[in-house]
């Protein structure tokens, strides 16, 4: 008997649930399609607790079919992130939309989940240990006239202000250049 066989999901209205085994045995992606808010919350939460007791503790979140996130949503998604981590595992997250992934960045929570673009991504960063990059966007202020700028990502901007160069490296530092 393999841990899919093990692993019963029940389905909610407004929240489908399908999980996909990968290539390691405590790994998989459980695929979301619908919307998880105030009414369906616990049922996600009854359903991850199920699936990281059935034996996985690495899990790959889809979220290219997710429609809608409450912030009970990101609730739930914060207590499966508590239980992987008890059992030592990784949470990845990858293709949630845009509209989605600002809510999880408005409230601060792009610090404490790894958000990928692709599966590709999420699959080669399962299971690691490396943080989330928390330095971008980086709001810092123009060193030559004090203008308050933002950076979305390591490179060269002008200054809207002084229209001096800058160079923001990948660790956050800005230089004049």
């Known amino acids: 008997m393999t841990m899919k066989d ?11 649930l399908d999980l996909e085994p990968i290539d390691s045995e405590d790994a998989a992606i459980l695929h979301l399609s619908g919307l998880i808010d105030s ?52 949470l990845n997250i990858y293709g949630m939309p845009q509209k989605i992934y600002d809510v999880f960045q408005l409230l601060g929570f792009t610090t404490f989940f790894r958000f990928y673009s692709s599966r590709e991504d999420a699959l080669q960063m399962l299971g690691s240990d490396v943080e989330p990059d ?30 001096v160069i800058l160079a923001v490296d990948r660790s956050g530092s800005v230089h004049l250049g």
């Open 6 to 16: 093990k692993v019963h999901i029940e389905q909610h209205p407004d929240l489908f």
């Open 134 to 163: 928390t330095t971008f966007p980086l709001h810092f202020k123009c060193p030559v006239c004090r203008k308050s700028l933002k950076a979305p990502k390591a490179g060269r901007f002008r200054c809207s202000s002084c229209r």
């Open 39 to 90: 009414s369906n919350s616990d049922h996600f939460r009854k359903q991850a607790q199920i699936i990281i007791k059935s034996g996985y503790r690495n899990l790959i979140i889809d979220g290219t079919r997710t429609t809608f996130l409450s912030s009970t949503g990101i609730g739930a998604f914060t207590a499966l992130l508590k239980l992987i981590r008890e059992k030592n595992g990784s």
